[in-house]
């Protein structure tokens, strides 16, 4: 331990002198520890306040397709984006010594402790069930096609002149986690790049302290406006092969300086955090290998191939196919992501409105869809609720149960108290069943008794996976909770 604390300083300050001779200019008000076992962190050295310019940082200093060393053989070879850079990376790793960015590399990490690098073995039992648990397979498999398509001819075509290891595939799925997690978008003609001392920073939600920008953001020589939070790129993204490493015309690269500026007071001592954006535990843990426990943007998400399997173990097939054909012609659709149908469930619990819809349609008397489908196509409309509000009055009017509540429905909370019936909340706890059996065997209590026994340090893996699950297994519960409020103060009816 000694030893690894010792060489970590050692690297700090190669790291500093590495500033010093390439203009990057750190204040003294920030100090960077290397004590913590989990990486490096920014602390506040004396009181910092809004406003305050902390770091400058010449472009010239970050690591692009521009810059490295190369920077000729990607623009031959046509690679852009995430791709690029992530040749780059390699490229500049496979030289050492030799690199002009060697000390700031020594600095990273090998790899980040993302999913994409586990163990096949350990991912998937540990994974299992969690909104990670297809994505993490799809992502290596695209990543695999890329280097066989892209890398692999590259390094052996001798425009790199770089030993074969330096290129394998595990150390492309390596470079690939540190560019897929520190890259900033710079500008347009650096695009995407690494930024030293700049992806020092940590993560934390809601809580950021620092602006990564520069003087010449509104006014961009190409006139688009650039962004300022960590690059959106992830490990599920597959890299262009086009070549934004030519110069569109009339640009060129900007000379000046980057700033971290602090936009929220940090006290004498505390830790200095960005903010990567506004993800839940399942992004945060797939892009950048961590967790956040109680986090507010956690979601969990029911297939429609889940919602169909209910549906036709209680009704036929038949029945299934008309009444999501009939959600469709409404005009409604869950959300999608690599060929899946989805809804989402919220932190707090609630369904995505139009799972709700969805299960009203499919509860639906036989009588009133008949009538219903003829005219279905004249109840569309842009709206968000409009289309769902003419749906329950056409049920007033067409049903022998009449329900006083339908007048004066103007409001989404008035539509959602209406989808809140007996029939729809009671899918919804079925749902929530049969989601949380994806989990395995052990039960909520197991993962968060398990999870508090976990140590971050030296089983960082499944402490991560476990807050994943934790997180997740909470919402479904939550759920129940809403379904549950559905049927109080009625009567429910047995078969």
Not at 57 to 66: D, S, V, Y
Not at 453 to 464: G, I, S
Request: hydrophobic share 35%; charged share 25%.
């Amino acid at each position: 331990m000694a030893d690894a604390a010792a060489a970590a300083a050692r690297r700090l300050r190669a790291f500093k002198r590495w500033m010093r001779a390439h203009g990057v200019v750190c204040s003294d008000a920030l100090s960077l520890d290397v004590s913590d076992p989990l990486g490096v962190h920014v602390r506040a050295a004396t009181p910092l306040r809004d406003g305050d310019l902390v770091a400058t940082i010449p472009r010239g200093a970050c690591l692009t397709p521009r810059t490295t060393g190369a920077a000729a053989a990607i623009e031959a070879a046509e690679l852009g984006g995430c791709l690029a850079l992530t040749v780059a990376v390699m490229y500049e790793r496979a030289q050492g010594a030799d690199s002009p960015w060697d000390a700031y590399l020594q600095l990273l990490p090998d790899c980040e402790s993302v999913p994409l690098v586990w163990p096949a073995g350990e991912a998937e039992c540990l994974l299992a069930g969690t909104e990670l648990d297809k994505i993490v397979k799809q992502d290596k498999e695209f990543l695999c096609e890329d280097w066989k398509e892209c890398i692999e001819p590259l390094m052996l075509s001798g425009e790199l002149d770089v030993d074969p290891d330096d290129f394998s595939l595990e150390k492309y799925l390596s470079a690939k986690t540190l560019v897929s997690s520190r890259s900033f978008q710079i500008d347009s003609y650096h695009g995407s790049g690494m930024v030293p001392l700049a992806d020092l920073f940590n993560h934390k939600t809601d809580c950021e302290h620092v602006h990564f920008t520069s003087a010449s953001d509104a006014s961009d020589s190409d006139g688009e406006e650039e962004e300022d939070d960590r690059s959106d790129a992830s490990a599920d993204d597959k890299p262009t092969t086009k070549n934004p490493t030519s110069s569109p015309p009339g640009s060129r690269a900007n000379d000046e300086d980057l700033e971290i500026i602090i936009v929220r007071d940090v006290n004498e001592g505390e830790e200095v955090y960005n903010t990567y954006g506004t993800m839940g535990n399942a992004a945060l843990l797939h892009r950048y290998g961590f967790t956040e426990l109680d986090n507010q943007y956690d979601i969990v998400n029911i297939d429609l191939a889940l919602v169909t399997k209910w549906c036709t173990s209680i009704f036929s097939g038949r029945h299934t196919r008309a009444r999501v054909s009939l959600w469709r012609n409404l005009g409604y659709s869950g959300c999608t992501s690599q060929d899946t149908e989805y809804f989402e469930i919220a932190y707090d619990g609630e369904p995505q409105l139009e799972l709700s819809i969805l299960l009203y349609i499919i509860n639906m008397k036989p009588d009133v869809y008949d009538k219903l489908i003829c005219v279905a196509h004249g109840f569309v409309s842009d709206e968000e609720h409009e289309t769902i509000c003419n749906v329950f009055k056409f049920v007033k009017a067409t049903s022998s149960n009449q329900n006083s509540e339908v007048n004066g429905l103007e409001k989404l909370p008035d539509v959602k108290k209406l989808l809140h019936s007996e029939s729809v909340c009671s899918a919804l706890l079925s749902l929530a069943d049969m989601r949380e059996s994806l989990y395995g065997s052990n039960t909520l209590e197991d993962d968060e008794e398990e999870l508090h026994a976990c140590c971050v340090v030296n089983e960082r893996k499944l402490y991560h996976s476990l807050v994943l699950r934790v997180s997740e297994r909470r919402i479904l519960r939550r759920l129940r909770e809403f379904a549950s409020s559905g049927s109080k103060g009625r009567k429910r009816k047995h078969p």
